[in-house]
């Protein structure tokens, strides 16, 4: 019986190894290119036909990946036509709502936005895409971990997460130009309305609980601060209970 050397074999597994590297690189880059086609086929179908028109939030929309926020099982998923769970009963919202939010804002570049309830750190990655920076809050404290980290992994820089109760705001950074809130109050929190720029907008989801509630554009002038209902909306709650 004849045996195999092993510095006979070790060319063999080094082409092998090297073999299998590049088969694998080739499936990654097939799947990053897949993904990035559903990604343009949401932004076309999803938003545009509906009415989303700002460059901004198109291309931001375009760049963020949506199923790099939703855990690995559900990425498949990341571009359909609706919210996806994200873990502890929360949801990352609707691609059509993300944007519908941010074309609201009318983001600008340097633009500093507040936003509440992070959750997987979707919205604030696509407000950051269009050159805003983010101070976002987000109650869950796995949740506000989990999406600072990722957050930093992808390369948002200008997204800053912090644990806590959004209703109380970030007052360090404040005034802002612009609020953007994920969950659904049952009154606009007072605290955010003052941190809010004179001649700055504020988009929040107002209604009970678990009920179709409205969003709401408040935009707070000189002299007065006006609210207007946009549509009617389903969020999750907004929370107090920290
Ligand atoms: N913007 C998120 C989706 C958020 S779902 C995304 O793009 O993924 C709403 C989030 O608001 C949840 O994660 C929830 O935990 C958080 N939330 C609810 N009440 C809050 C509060 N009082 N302060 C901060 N975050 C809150």
């Known amino acids: 019986m004849q045996c195999f050397r092993t510095h006979k074999l070790r060319p063999v597994l080094i082409f092998s190894m090297l073999l299998l590297g590049v088969a694998a690189w ?4 097939d799947r990053d290119a897949a993904f990035e086609k559903a990604r343009e086929r949401m932004v076309r179908t999803q938003l545009q036909r509906r009415g989303i028109s700002d460059p901004v939030t198109l291309e ?19 571009y359909t036509d609706g919210p996806l769970p994200i873990g502890f009963g929360q949801t990352i919202s609707q691609p059509y709502i993300v944007a519908f939010m941010t ?23 696509v407000l950051a895409e269009t ?27 200008g997204v800053h997460v912090k644990e806590g109760d959004g209703y109380f705001g970030w007052e360090e950074h404040a005034p802002y130009d612009a609020v953007v809130v994920t ?29 179709l509630q409205t969003l709401m554009l408040v935009e707070k002038g000189e002299e007065e601060t006006i609210s207007r209902s946009l549509m009617p909306v389903r969020f999750v709650p907004f929370r107090r209970d920290g």
């Open 26 to 29: 080739a499936v990654g880059a």
């Open 60 to 78: 931001a929309m375009a760049s963020v990946p949506r199923h790099l926020f939703v855990s690995p099982d559900l990425a498949e998923e990341a």
């Open 103 to 125: 074309e609201t804002v009318r983001p600008v570049p340097k633009m500093k936005i507040l936003e509440v309830g992070t959750g997987s750190g979707y919205q604030a990655a």
């Open 131 to 157: 050159g805003a920076e983010v101070y976002t809050i987000e109650i869950i404290p796995e949740l506000a971990e989990s999406a600072a980290a990722r957050l930093q992994r992808l390369g948002y820089v």
């Open 183 to 211: 969950a659904a109050a049952p009154f606009i929190p007072p605290p955010l309305l003052d941190q809010l720029k004179t001649g700055g907008r504020m988009v929040i989801p107002v209604g009970s609980p678990f009920l």
